[in-house]
């Protein structure tokens, strides 16, 4: 059981160096959502600091980015920071929090090059200024583009998300300006952060855990999971077109037969 269990998760246990080949007629997921995980036990492993994992790991977002946008990937949503990460060390939260900004400091060119249009999704409240400033000026900047939508979770949780919807729909119940049983699932989506956009098809998490984390819990109902040891820093586009090529050959029912 346990064996058929990692199998239907995305052969977690099976980790290679191998090309892997996915069809590039078949069908690509139009949204993929990542759980970047394994930074600090990277680090760990090589007896450095946990930020120098964290850095590495930026390194892997440049090469994940490019190679979602090479395959016409049209959403891509990496979970960055949650609600929950503010419990980390200060020195490792205030690194992780100037990330944003070295990135698009150095990335943002080519990005605007490559026609990727980036967004934020998560709270904006509590975020130092010049991460929200680094973060809303990619958005500006981006905003008339209409290629891929790189989406960075930040300071997000899934939980907080939901309950920030209801509160919304139950004051227009209380406004008279929506009847209770007007409440249905397309009502709900359109007050979550991810409005305008496809529930993901894949989620890919790295590292070797298999969980969620608090991570787009309403959006991920019928997405397909998959799973891999590979730590985040160490992992590649070939790890990633390795879940395109899972991806493609499962079925998607939907609940149907």
Same mark, same amino acid.
């Given at each position: ?14 980790? !290679?160096?191998? !090309? ?40 892997? =977002? ?97 939980? !907080?998300?939901? !309950?920030?919807? =209801? ?20 009502? =709900? ?67 149907? =037969?």
């Amino acid at each position: 059981m346990l064996e058929r269990i990692q199998k239907m998760l995305g052969n977690k246990a099976e980790q !290679t160096d191998k !090309t892997h080949v996915f069809d590039e007629n078949g069908a690509i997921p139009k949204h993929i959502a990542v759980i970047m995980d394994g930074n600090g036990r990277w680090a760990k492993s090589r007896s450095l600091p946990r930020i120098a994992g964290h850095r590495q790991g930026m390194k892997t =977002v440049k090469e994940i980015v490019k190679a979602a946008d090479d395959i016409g990937v049209e959403a891509l949503t990496m979970y960055a920071f949650s609600t929950e990460n503010w419990k980390r060390p200060r020195d490792e939260v205030d690194f992780l929090m100037k990330l944003p900004q070295e990135f698009l400091t150095t990335e943002l060119d080519e990005l605007i090059e490559r026609n990727i249009r980036i967004r934020m999704l998560g709270i904006q409240q509590g975020l130092p200024d010049f991460t929200l400033k680094a973060l809303l000026a990619g958005e500006e900047r981006t905003k008339n583009n209409t290629g891929l939508i790189l989406n960075f979770a930040l300071n997000y949780g899934g939980r !907080t998300e939901i !309950t920030n919807a =209801v509160t919304e729909i139950a004051q227009l119940v209380a406004d008279g300006k929506l009847r209770p049983d007007e409440i249905n699932d397309a009502l =709900v989506n359109d007050h979550l952060y991810t409005r305008d956009l496809p529930d993901p098809d894949l989620l890919i998490r790295t590292s070797g855990e298999i969980r969620l984390s608090n991570f787009m819990l309403w959006q991920l109902a019928y997405t397909e999971l998959w799973f891999t040891d590979v730590l985040w820093p160490d992992f590649n586009k070939e790890h990633f077109y390795q879940a395109i090529a899972e991806y493609q050959g499962r079925a998607r029912r939907y609940g149907a =037969v």
